[in-house]
Structure formats: structure tokens, C-alpha cells
């Protein structure tokens, strides 16, 4: 059994910044991931994670301008966003699973799922 619960989101300009956090209750091994929905579109793979913090794998439209990191110590997910754009609104979530495949994470994947962070970007 695990919990995981979100925090960081809000409003920001494009070009500006803003970090998320994910806070992991619980123990085991796990693949943090971020996904996105905007509306009316599709649940979207943002990035993960393994367990060591070793291994991470981004989606094109993120990679470059988003950064995924974790504090073992803390047993905490990050995701810093940078360079944000108004494409980038949409609900955030962070997610726990098994596995880890070197690819943007798909829904399926991932067992744990926490609460929706709205994220806006706009002037």
C-alpha cells in the first residue's frame, strides 16, 4: 500500500518556473512518474524516475525544459519546470509503479496515483 500526495502548483508566466512535489507514504521500490491532462486532451507521460534516481525518462515536449528529481532522505518526487509555456497548463499528477522501460511513462504502468495539481501558465 502506498499514498502519494502532490503540492506546488498555482499560477505562473510564461518563461517562468515552477516546482512540484510528491510526497511518497510508505516503503518499496518504485518508478515515480508526472503526468499531465489539459483539457479536453488526453492523460499525457511528463517524466519518471527510478527508485535509485539513476535512471529518468522525459516526453519530447517537456525534455529540456522540465527536470525530475527525488530525496530518498525525505522520500520525496520532484519535477522542476522551467521555460513554461501556455501549452504546459493542465492538471499534474504524480504516480508509483513496478517497472521502468527508458520511455515516457504510459497510465497503465502505474499502480499509485495522486490527487490532481492544476498548473496554469499564462500572462
Known amino acids: 500500500q502506498l499514498q502519494l500526495v502532490g503540492s506546488g502548483g498555482g499560477l505562473a508566466q510564461p518563461g517562468g518556473s515552477l516546482t512540484l512535489s510528491c510526497q511518497i507514504y510508505?516503503?518499496?521500490?518504485?518508478?515515480i512518474a508526472w503526468f499531465r491532462q489539459a483539457p479536453g486532451k488526453e492523460r499525457e507521460g511528463v517524466s519518471s524516475?527510478?527508485?535509485?534516481?539513476?535512471?529518468?525518462a522525459y516526453a519530447d515536449s517537456v525534455k529540456g525544459r522540465f527536470t525530475i528529481s527525488r530525496d530518498n532522505a525525505k522520500n520525496a518526487v520532484y519535477l522542476r519546470m522551467s521555460s513554461l509555456q501556455p501549452d504546459d497548463t493542465a492538471v499534474y499528477y504524480c504516480?508509483?509503479?513496478?517497472?521502468?522501460?527508458?520511455?515516457?511513462?504510459?497510465?497503465?504502468?502505474?499502480?499509485?496515483w495522486g490527487q490532481g495539481i492544476q498548473v496554469t501558465v499564462s500572462s
Open positions: 504516480a508509483a509503479g513496478t517497472f521502468f522501460t527508458g520511455g515516457p511513462p504510459t497510465t497503465d504502468e502505474y499502480d499509485y
Open positions: 510508505g516503503s518499496g521500490i518504485y518508478t
Open positions: 524516475i527510478v527508485s535509485s534516481g539513476f535512471s529518468t
